[in-house]
């Protein structure tokens, strides 16, 4: 891993890098903020479902932080610039928001391994949860870019909730908003309409990201409508490297055996009807012993 500052290495266009990036942009999104850095390496690299790790600056908080990348940009007057939507919830991202323009980041990435891109002509599902939409809107590009559809359902608990109400409407064919207290869209959940908008759509591919309850039930569900389902997973990250093996996640795998797979780095996308959910997070969870 080579370390930069904001420029690039000649020569060398894969995995990950450090930099120290200039904040280019803060402004809140609705109930979630976005942080814009010059991190031309990184944006030259980094493809949709990946990650960064970025170094906080607050009391009690010794580790990096993981953000998944929201949007990149390689072309134009913003180029070399990634995009980062979070939710402020704890000290470290809280610290974030009190960053300002032109202050400098300590950034790791592109971590992780992106989303798979289809090798067919197949219509696509993205279903994104508050936040966790924003990555989809980065993957919607690609998928356009190979002309294939794309439908999106964004759901959230309320209305303020919802992120990239414009965007969302820019990148699809069809878009269904939920909330659970119907403050906005359908009242309800994304599984409560998914079934529906995918056969509407005749879509033969989902994605996800958003919370694991939410990952967890969109899985089960595709499983039920036999719908191939790759999964943005969130999972706490310490190394963010795939050294400590703190966020391990099971999967079955053809043998029908469950291995632990590093989020960080076997994910964190997945492919959520593999995902053994009820093991998840339990001492041992039927994992095969020296996997």
């Known amino acids: 891993m080579s370390r930069r500052r904001g420029g690039t290495t000649a020569g060398r266009d894969e995995g990950p890098v450090q ?8 402004r809140r999104e609705g109930a ?6 010059a991190a031309r390496e990184i944006a030259e690299r980094a493809q949709p479902g990946q990650f960064v790790q970025v170094a906080v600056d607050a009391p009690h908080t010794l580790l990096r932080r993981p953000f998944s990348i929201a949007h990149v940009s390689r072309q134009g007057a913003s180029a070399g ?56 809107y980065y993957l919607a590009e690609s998928l356009l870019r190979r002309q294939l559809r794309v439908d999106v359902i964004n759901g959230a608990a309320t209305a303020e909730r919802i992120l990239g109400t414009i965007e969302a409407k820019r990148l699809s064919a069809s878009v269904t908003f939920t909330t659970e207290d119907g403050s906005y869209g359908t009242k309800g959940r994304v599984t409560d309409v998914l079934e529906q ?8 591919l989902v994605y996800a990201c958003g919370p694991n309850p939410m990952l967890r039930a969109v899985s089960e569900l595709c499983d039920e409508l036999g719908l191939p389902v790759q999964v943005a997973v969130e999972e706490r990250m310490a190394c963010g490297i795939g050294v400590c093996f703190t966020c391990v996640v099971p999967i079955v795998g053809r043998d029908g055996f469950v291995r632990n797979k590093r989020a960080c780095l076997d994910g964190p996308v997945f492919n959520g009807r593999r995902i053994e959910w009820d093991q998840w997070g339990v001492p041992g969870g039927g994992v095969r012993p020296g996997a």
């Open 197 to 204: 908008v995918a056969s509407a759509s005749r879509s033969g």
């Open 81 to 136: 610039t990634v995009d980062v939507v979070f939710d402020a919830h704890g000290p470290g991202t809280e610290w974030m928001t009190t960053v300002e323009v032109h202050d400098v980041l300590d950034l790791i990435g592109p971590l992780g391994t992106p989303f798979p891109l289809p090798q067919r002509k197949v219509n696509c599902l993205l279903v994104g949860g508050g936040y966790g939409v924003a990555p989809l």
């Open 19 to 26: 930099a120290t990036c200039e904040v280019i942009a803060r």
């Open 32 to 37: 979630y903020w976005l942080l814009s850095m």
